[in-house]
Nanobody, 127 residues
Framework: VQLQASGGGLVQAGGSLRLSCTASGRTFSDYTMGWFRQAPGKEREFVAAIRYNGGITYTADSVKGRFTISRDNAKSTLYLQMNGLKSEDTAVYYC?????????????????????WGQGTLVTVSS
């Protein structure tokens, strides 16, 4: 399984970016997907997740109302629309595939629920 993230870059505070993650190697539409991030010197943290059928999403309180996760199962692609970016959003963003085919009941914030990670894409927000 390969997860290829893209879309990171440098943006001013208040700006927007959209991250994409293209998956291959297994049936994308069968797996719940998510985004995590890791800021310099900090632990990797949960950002958002979306069930395999796209019906329900989960978002961390720190980004709620600003970030939106979505997926296009026909294109095997996961997205993260980030609006109203703040300097504290600066981090490497990782797309992730949760364990278990057609499974939706997770502790979404737990790294142990992930079986595949993308390579990460850097988002830098300047103030």
């Amino acid at each position: 399984v390969q997860l290829q993230a893209s879309g990171g870059g440098l943006v001013q505070a208040g700006g927007s970016l959209r991250l994409s993650c293209t998956a291959s190697g297994r049936t994308f539409s069968d797996y719940t997907m998510g985004w995590f991030r890791q800021a310099p010197g900090k632990e990797r943290e949960f950002v958002a997740a979306i069930r395999y059928n796209g019906g329900i999403t989960y978002t961390a309180d720190s980004v709620k109302g600003r970030f939106t996760i979505s997926r296009d199962n026909a294109k095997s692609t996961l997205y993260l629309q980030m609006n109203g970016l703040k300097s504290e959003d600066t981090a490497v963003y990782y797309c992730a595939s949760y364990t278990g085919r057609l499974r939706w009941y997770f502790d979404y914030k737990e790294l142990s629920e992930i079986d595949y990670w993308g390579q990460g894409t850097l988002v830098t927000v300047s103030s």
